[in-house]
């Protein structure tokens, strides 16, 4: 167990619909992660949140946000949905803004676009 | 793309068997790092190696790193069936713990 718990596990929606994604991370960690998971392009980095501030972006879609609240817990926001953004999308978090620190994984929101 | 590129994409082999897969990648490097995903999980670290290492060990997991050949290799030694899982290596080239992944090598231990 990494600690780190995403909601839901599974979502199933339709195109034009706008879904939000859970991640809270573990205990003690600052740093939340988001990434994507598809067949056909991998593990893409989305964005990353260091103690509720944006710290650095990825390949994220402009129909897509994210935060990070006081209480360190983060969501990512997908609207407009479309059937190629149906993938897994990971949260990860690590302990602090300093380079050199492993991740740790949540098991994901496997999100299907109908 | 920065995104390392592991080889093979995918290695069978017997248990008790020697598994090695590599990773090249496209940047200079301050770290890489390397990842294991059982299918429909989320991935779990392995092992970290910094850029003035060459070698590092961990259990069964030796992990190599050549910075001149931007290539680094994961050695897993006497593999069990639980090995099998998708590996990944990651790398962080501007030291924002930006990772950017590779495609990753799908390993399947036969028992």
């Known amino acids: 167990d990494s600690g780190v718990t995403q909601t839901p596990k599974h979502l199933i929606t339709a195109t034009g619909q706008r879904v939000t994604l859970r991640c809270s991370p573990r205990?003690?960690?600052?740093?939340v992660y988001w990434y994507q998971q598809s067949l056909d392009q991998g593990l893409q980095f989305l964005i990353q949140?260091?103690?509720?501030?944006?710290?650095a972006k990825g390949n994220i879609l402009e129909r897509f946000s994210a935060q990070q609240f006081p209480d360190l817990h983060s969501e990512l926001n997908l609207s407009s949905l479309e059937l190629g953004d149906s993938a897994l999308y990971f949260c990860?978090?690590?302990?602090?803004?300093?380079?050199?620190?492993?991740?740790?994984f949540g098991d994901g929101t496997r999100l299907s676009i109908l | 793309s920065q995104q390392g590129e592991e080889d093979p994409q995918a290695l069978s082999i017997q248990e008790g068997e020697n598994a090695t897969m590599n990773c090249s990648y496209k940047?200079?490097?301050?770290?890489l790092q390397w990842y294991r995903q059982n299918s429909g999980r989320g991935l779990v670290h392995l092992i970290l190696?910094?850029?003035?290492?060459r070698e590092k060990h961990s259990g069964r997991l030796r992990v190599t790193l050549d910075t001149s050949k931007k290539s680094s290799s994961l050695l897993i030694t006497a593999s069990r069936a639980a090995d099998t899982a998708s590996y990944f290596c990651?790398?962080?080239?501007?030291?924002?713990?930006?990772?950017?992944f590779g495609s990753g090598t799908k390993l399947n231990v036969k028992p």
């Open positions: 990860a978090s690590s302990g602090g803004g300093v380079p050199n620190q492993p991740q740790h």
């Open positions: 205990s003690g960690d600052l740093s």
């Open positions: 949140y260091y103690n509720g501030e944006e710290r």
């Open positions: 940047t200079s490097i301050n770290n």
């Open positions: 190696i910094r850029s003035n290492e």
């Open positions: 990651a790398t962080d080239p501007y030291n924002f713990n930006k990772f950017y």
